[in-house]
């Protein structure tokens, strides 16, 4: 099964699969998603501490790491849902706007927009992940 996202349009999404992966390769897609895994968390090499430790360290490393989406289409379209009612902090009835990031003379967007999740309930994730890569000399 192959699985598109977009949170933009259908459309967008066919093209996202279209442009990540254009083939029916299982295999293949699997070893390069464990090539990029291995070389995100093999980024900080743990020595000392229980397997339990460093299982729960590279654990949290990863919900960290997974943390930060991009939320752009391979067209540069992007959801904007910031528009609409105000009330504190949070936006009442947004008005769901799709905008599109500036490209540079080839067609390729400038830069990316995203969101993050790794902020919520940090504790599980973040705030560990800092404590255990801070701690000296244990």
């Known amino acids: ?77 992007y959801p904007d849902n910031t528009e609409g009612e105000r009330r504190g902090n949070f936006t009442i009835h947004p008005k769901f706007k799709i905008r599109t990031l500036p490209k540079d003379q080839n067609g390729n967007v400038t830069f990316h927009m995203y969101n993050s999740d790794a902020f919520w309930l940090t504790q599980w994730n973040l705030n560990v992940l800092w404590g255990l890569a801070l701690a000296r000399g244990t």
């Open 1 to 77: 099964m192959k699985l598109a996202i977009s949170f933009t349009s259908i459309d967008n999404a066919r093209r996202n699969l279209a442009s990540e992966s254009n083939h029916w390769n299982f295999d293949q897609l699997r070893e390069t998603s464990q090539a990029v895994w291995n070389e995100m968390l093999g980024r900080i090499e743990v020595k000392g501490g229980t397997a339990d430790q460093k299982r729960k360290f590279y654990t949290d490393l990863w919900h960290a790491l997974l943390g930060r989406h991009k939320l752009d289409d391979v067209s540069g379209d």
